[in-house]
Structures are given as structure tokens and as C-alpha cells.
């Protein structure tokens, strides 16, 4: 049992985190939200740039933790021409909950069969779960930065000061 136990560790820690690299074309999607509309990436495209915040679960507590900053801190994000979402694997039912809870100014992507999660290479081998991690989309398209590093008390200051970082236009 120890030797699975060690050998199902060393496989989820050793495979990439991401399978995408900044400049590669940014995977489309079609996910509902929890704002009762559908989100496709492509309706963004050439338009403003995207920030997708994966986490791992609703109610959890660094996904509440980083939700209440994006929610509490939103305006600073939206200083930005930028559509920003947060996004995980749970039902577009038990996002809708969280994001009321939260009082989330913002959309909440689902994706229940983790299809887009794995597209963007963010999902837990062996769980249908994202881990937490923002990827950015310039207008083109294309990745322009993945953090791995998100500390979710500050997650809206964050986001903001990297969309000024990758030179994202601000709004008029």
C-alpha cells in the first residue's frame, strides 16, 4: 500500500504542470457560468484580452479566500480591457451557489468533465480537479503568461498589477 502510495505521489508530482507555453494559441472553450450564460474564448478574440483563475473547489478554503479578493477587489482588474473569470471542474449548480456566497461580481466557469482543464493542461492527473493557477490570453489568442503561483488573499491586486506588467490596455 506504501509503495502505491509513493508511486501515485511521484507520478502526480513529476508529470508537467502545464502543457502550454506562452506565445502557443490559447485552447477555445464553451463553458456556462455561474452568471447563467455560456463563455466561448473565441468571442473574445480580437476584442480584449482573458484571464482565467483555475481553482480546485468551491467552498474550500483558499478558492474562498481568493474568490472574496477577486470579488472584494474586482475593480482594480477591471482598470483593464479584460474579461476575467475564475474556472474549475465542479457543476455550473454548485458554482452559481459559491459565486452568490461570495457576492462574485464575475463570472465562474465550469467544466464538470474537466475537458478545457486538461486542454490548458491545469487539471490533477487522476482527479477531475484544476489546480490553482491563472493563465492569461492576449487578444490574439495566444497564452501571454501562466502563474503557478498565486497567493489567493491577494489574487486581484495580483492579477492586475501582471495585466499592467504584459502591457494589457487599459480602459479609456
Known sequence: MIRLITLLLTTLFSLPLTALEVGDPAPDFSLQASDGKTYTLSDFK??????????????????????KSLAENGHLIREYDVAYFMASTDEVDTNTKFAEEQEADFPLLSDPEGEVAEAYGVKMPVMNIARRITVYIGKDGR?????KDIQPATSAEDMAKTLGELGVARKG
Open 46 to 67: 480580437g476584442k480584449q484580452a482573458v484571464a482565467i483563475a483555475w481553482y480546485p473547489k468551491a467552498f474550500t478554503k483558499g478558492c474562498t479566500i481568493e474568490c
Open 143 to 147: 497564452i501571454l503568461k501562466i502563474n
